[in-house]
RNA sequence: GCCGGGGUGGCGGAAUGGUAGACGCGGCGGCCUCAAAAGCCGCUGUUCGCAAGGACGUGCGGGUUCGAGUCCCGCCCCCGGUACCA
């Protein structure tokens, strides 16, 4: 059993703190390592503190521009233009989460988008097998679910519209659209380009250019959290240029809009205004026409349509396919599309490549080197790490560029390739790709010549079991999974998944809100331990509420497992030796299995709930416990309180740790049996009375004992009986009437 | 909108289709104590009733079943994620 932990403390959150309190963070970061550290050993966290990680540490960053160079040189990591938020004011780029309402959240100027070089890594690659084994581990269903929409397969096809003048005649350019419902492409009524697409210029007709442009120009303005609202009403511009229905042969309008993305498919749609809502709404306020393709049970080709009708039913003003039901018209119209030369079945995720790139300081610094004459060039191995360096004045600055990019000492270098003057990548990588891998170094921590030794490797990894939270259901987890896959690819480890379970756990909230400096609920460790200990702070926090969902953290309710760790410590010091009695027995052992089972299920709240009882039980009426029936309560209240139980423990007489070798107690089948039973009598449903009898009684004095209760006969006399159920060591129901 | 997860006493929360409310907090009464704390015993869903006992009760409305918090259909509300994915 191995069971680090690891600080990953790069990043823009980091790095806001850092500003606020104006400490740089690399004095920072170790001390708040140092202060959280305290915290979980003081909880009695019995993590492998030898094999400790921290990302920002020269030490571990150097292998996470290892991994960099690895995705590099198998040509997974590549340069390309995409758009970043930026504040204009601030003259810098934001996080989406910088942009609160359209703008700037420190300047609250309006937000514009600009295109800039990137390092991306190639995920999409790999989206099918990131897919395919999500079937194959063990993960939290909801996790699965999250990961699998994330990557957003959908099967279609990628059809083309030729591009025609206005005497109807082919210009030779085709409009590629890629579409889910390619049996509709009768009903695409016009076509539209996001601003975005390379073909705006060329389909527009001149007289349209100024208009045009200008949406363009000011879809360009907008940020890209804004860009993407869905609440807002539609927008777009015709450009007076034409391309052909291939189904139908009609001459219809090529628009701009920007409810199209360049990010996913093509960057543009055929669009089918009667089956797709979308599309409805633009159709409607243009005025473009609407024609029926698909008609649903009970509507003819006449029947108007109020909005896009997505449901089942048979083709229509659809040429040689009329009648042909939509389950299989898909199929049906691919197959002829791609006969005829204009389409092609098509498979496509909604997953886009990975950008790593931060235009940040505090981040490990992306290990390249741009050269006039060699282009970007990989900084060699043996280079490593590209060392952060330390600068007081990271605050972006009206420059715009990466705060790297002002240290000229640090960025001026000699391309590695040719020796002739060249620049660092200012650059720095996302945390996702600190945290990415750093399960992988873990038991190889003192390791300085590889990033991790493939023999511990293998032995220890992949990981057993993880527990997170449900924020990183998808994006770290994809990233590591991502990882892991091109590694395996590249002959470094021997497995594809990196974690064989997953369980997300829940989050304590408090106040029935989520804790936050802001809110100022924030419930501070030290001060309870130093209250009621960490045993009973540990057990509360396991208690308050199922583990795979959270809880709320009541400050009276730690009264409850406080009383109860007095109480097991009280009865166990006067515990005497003897014999037991066997009601008492029967509930130790009842116990014994409940928590045995409920503790890998992660059904802490009640395995607490359950010892608690049991020691009531034990303690009833002020009974003195014997010590055959506490010795396995302490043992099994070890893993929530283990202070008191390796006190408890020695005090018993026992010599090592209650950690050390197998002292987990085991129940006895044989006295887990219950001799008599309450049974439960129903009258029609309704509960009447409770009966104790004799556990494998016969079914027949069962019902006979259940009649003679009075307040059953009451219920009964003079009505018809009509059958009488019998659930053995459960309940009798008769039913009357 | 879509995708998850929820909605059960005053509160946190339990319940393989089979006695709803385990366990705990809080509250009430009692024992112990000079007193308090701790501990112990009892009660504690609502309501009618002197009682025995009855009626009602798991967000709302239907349904399946001898029996539904649990299964099915249709809604409402809350929390988290996501954002026109063609």
Redesign the pocket.
């Known amino acids: 059993m191995f069971e680090p932990m690891g600080f990953d403390a790069f990043g823009i959150h980091s790095e806001n703190f850092a500003l606020k309190v104006g400490t740089h963070p690399m004095d920072l970061i170790p001390s708040n390592v140092k202060n959280f550290t305290r915290q979980l050993r003081r909880i009695g966290g019995m993590f492998d503190w030898e094999h400790s990680v921290d990302t920002t540490d020269p030490a571990y960053y150097k292998w996470t521009q290892w991994i960099f160079l690895q995705f590099f040189k198998a040509g997974l990591a590549e340069r390309k233009e995409a758009p970043v938020n930026w504040c204009p004011s601030c003259m810098t780029v934001l996080a989406?989460e910088q942009v609160v309402g359209g703008e700037c959240e420190r300047c609250a100027t309006p937000v514009e988008q600009r295109r800039i070089a990137q390092w991306f890594f190639r995920i999409t690659d790999y989206a099918q097998r990131l897919l395919d084994n999500l079937d194959h581990i063990d993960w939290s269903?909801?996790t699965l679910?999250?990961q699998r929409?994330w990557i957003?397969r959908?099967t279609?096809a990628q059809l083309r519209f030729p591009v025609v003048d206005e005497a109807g005649d082919e210009t030779g350019t085709h409009i590629e659209?890629?579409?889910?419902?390619p049996d509709t492409v009768f009903g695409a009524t016009y076509v539209v380009l996001?601003p975005e697409h390379p073909l705006v210029q060329s389909v527009t007709e001149e007289g349209m250019l100024g208009h045009v442009s200008d949406y363009v120009e000011a879809a360009a303005q907008r940020d890209l959290v804004a860009?993407?609202?869905?609440?807002?009403t539609?927008?777009g511009v015709p450009t007076g240029g034409f391309c052909r229905n291939p189904a139908t042969g009609e001459m219809i309008p090529i628009w701009i809009?920007?409810?199209?993305?360049m990010?996913?498919?093509?960057?543009a749609?055929?669009a089918v205004p009667g089956h797709?809502s979308?599309?409805f709404?633009f159709a409607e306020q243009f005025a473009l026409p609407i024609v029926r393709v698909v008609l649903g049970p009970g509507d003819s080709s006449e029947t108007p349509l109020e909005e896009a009708y997505v449901g089942p039913g048979s083709l229509i003003n659809s040429g040689p396919f009329n009648g042909t039901d939509v389950s299989e018209s898909v199929e049906v119209v691919t197959a002829w599309a791609s006969e005829k030369g204009w389409g092609d079945a098509r498979v496509?995720f909604?997953l886009h490549d990975w950008c790593i790139s931060r235009q940040r300081y505090w981040g490990p610094p992306i290990p390249i080197v741009h050269c006039d004459a060699c282009g970007p060039v990989a900084v060699p191995e043996s280079d490593l790490p590209v060392v952060l360096p330390r600068v007081e004045d990271f605050r972006p600055d009206e420059s715009g560029i990466s705060p790297l990019a002002r240290v000229e000492a640090w960025y001026r270098t000699t391309c590695p390739e040719c020796g002739a003057e060249a620049r660092r990548e200012t650059d720095v990588s996302d945390t996702f790709l600190d945290s990415g891998w750093y399960f992988i170094r873990y038991p190889s921590t003192d390791l300085d010549s590889e990033p991790f030794d493939s023999g511990i490797t293998s032995r220890w990894l992949p990981v057993d079991a993880y527990i997170g939270g449900?924020?990183h259901?998808?994006l770290h987890l994809l990233y590591s999974r991502f990882i892991t896959m091109v590694l395996k690819d590249l002959g470094h480890i021997d497995f594809e998944e990196p974690y064989k379970t997953f369980r997300a756990h829940g989050?304590i909230i408090a106040d029935?809100?989520?804790m936050s400096k802001s809110k100022g609920n924030v419930i501070v460790p030290d001060p309870i331990i130093e209250e009621f200990g960490a045993d009973t702070f540990r057990t509360y926090l396991m208690?308050?509420?199922?583990f795979e969902?959270?809880?709320?953290y009541?400050p009276?309710?730690i009264?409850?497992?406080?009383?109860?760790l007095?109480?097991l410590w009280?009865t166990v010091i006067s515990a005497r030796t003897g014999e037991t009695d066997a009601d008492v027995e029967r509930k130790v052992h009842q116990t014994i299995r409940q928590v045995t089972e409920q503790i890998p299920d992660l059904?802490y709240?009640?395995a607490?709930?359950?010892m608690?009882?049991c020691?009531?039980v034990i303690?009833?009426?002020?009974r003195t416990a014997v010590r055959a029936e506490v010795e396995p309560l302490v043992v099994m209240v070890a893993p929530f309180a283990p202070h008191m139980a390796e006190e408890l423990w020695e005090r018993l007489g026992h010599a090592g740790s209650i950690f050390d070798g197998a002292n987990w107690p085991e129940f006895d089948i044989a006295k887990l049996v219950e001799t008599t039973?309450?049974?439960?009598i129903?009258v029609?449903?309704?509960?009447?009375?409770?009966i104790s009898i004799e556990k494998n009684e016969r079914e027949s004095e069962v019902i006979a004992a259940a009649r003679a209760e009075?307040?059953v006969m009451?219920?009964i006399e003079g009505k018809e009986e009509r059958?009488v159920?019998h659930?053995p060591g459960?309940?009798v129901?008769f039913?009357v009437g």
Do not use: C
């Not at 659209?177 to 419902?181: A, D, H, K, Q």
């Not at 990010?263 to 960057?267: D, N």
């Not at 303690?619 to 002020?622: H, L, V």
């Open positions: 989406n269903e909801t679910k999250a929409n957003g959908s279609g659209v890629y579409t889910t419902r996001s860009r993407q609202k869905t609440d807002k539609k927008t809009a920007d409810y199209v993305l990010e996913y498919g093509t960057g749609i055929m797709d979308r599309d709404e496509n909604r449900n924020e259901a998808v989050l029935g809100a989520k208690f308050l509420g199922p969902e959270g809880g709320d009541r009276q309710g009264q409850g497992p406080f009383g109860f007095h109480r009280d059904g709240n009640t607490i709930a359950a608690m009882e020691l009531n303690r009833a009426g002020g039973v309450n049974v439960a129903q029609n449903g309704k509960l009447r009375a409770t009075e307040n009451r219920h059958r159920i659930v459960r309940l129901n039913v």
